[in-house]
């Protein structure tokens, strides 16, 4: 299986949004409704952010939201905060019951 | 709160078997909504899903590792464990273990991890 595809960095500075893509196939993100996004700080485990393309656990700022389209899962962050500096993975179910994650993408906020 | 931590060998040589347990509590590991996985990341680059087990033992592994990857479960001291055969500098990275809820692909608690070296 392969990787799904992430920008390599993005950037922004604090109070604006920022969008990170995560495309795959219609084996993977087109197929399923089941996309997750995690946030990696350095050293860290990754934490869950964003479950089932757009619903956020309990305790992750309303400032973090997914979507869908086609092939094709986005993750927002409204309001940057320096706190966001981050990796963020995107991550989704296939159909061959196996789990895929994208490659990462490292977000600077300037 | 659920809690996972790893254990095992920080230092493999090549070859030889990779061998991790991951200890969970504050949660019963039998609990039938969860798969309870490995996942890797190597230095500086991103998270590898290895693959996940349920607590009846049936198993689902990523298809490039599938030829050296076996996961077993101990449902008796709350563990379950990796082991990675003929391991080469490539498997050198930060294994994981995080418990998954069945059928919505997310993964809600994570280990610390632990760096694995493959080194002679």
């Known amino acids: 299986q392969s990787a799904l595809t992430q920008p390599a960095s993005v950037s922004g500075s604090p109070g604006q949004s920022i969008t990170i893509s995560c495309t795959g196939t219609?084996?993977?993100?087109?197929?399923?409704?089941?996309v997750s996004w995690y946030q990696q700080h350095p050293g860290k485990a990754p934490k869950l952010m964003i479950y089932?393309?757009?619903n956020r656990p309990s305790g992750v700022s309303n400032r973090f939201s997914g979507s869908k389209s086609g092939n094709t899962a986005s993750l927002t962050i409204s309001g940057l905060q320096a706190e966001d500096e981050a990796d963020y993975y995107c991550?989704?179910?296939?159909?061959?019951?196996?789990?895929?994650f994208g490659g990462g993408t490292k977000l600077t906020v300037l | 709160q659920v809690q996972l931590q790893e254990s095992g060998p920080g230092l493999v040589k090549p070859s030889q078997t990779l061998s991790l347990t991951c200890t969970v509590s504050?949660?019963?590991?039998?609990?039938?909504?969860?798969?309870w996985s490995w996942i890797r990341q190597p230095p500086g680059k991103g998270l590898e899903w290895i693959g996940y087990?349920?607590?009846?033992?049936?198993?689902y592994y990523n298809p490039s590792l599938k030829s050296r990857v076996t996961i077993s479960v101990d449902t008796s001291k709350n563990q379950f464990s990796l082991k990675l055969s003929s391991v080469t500098a490539a498997d050198t990275a930060v294994y994981y273990c995080?418990?998954?809820?069945?059928?919505?692909?997310?993964?809600?608690?994570w280990g610390q991890g632990t760096l694995v070296t493959v080194s002679s």
């Open positions: 995080a418990r998954a809820m069945i059928a919505i692909n997310l993964f809600d608690y």
């Open positions: 504050g949660g019963s590991i039998s609990s039938g909504d969860y798969y």
């Open positions: 087990i349920y607590y009846s033992g049936s198993t």
């Open positions: 219609s084996s993977d993100v087109g197929g399923y409704n089941y």
């Open positions: 089932e393309v757009s």
């Open positions: 991550s989704s179910y296939t159909s061959s019951s196996a789990v895929v």
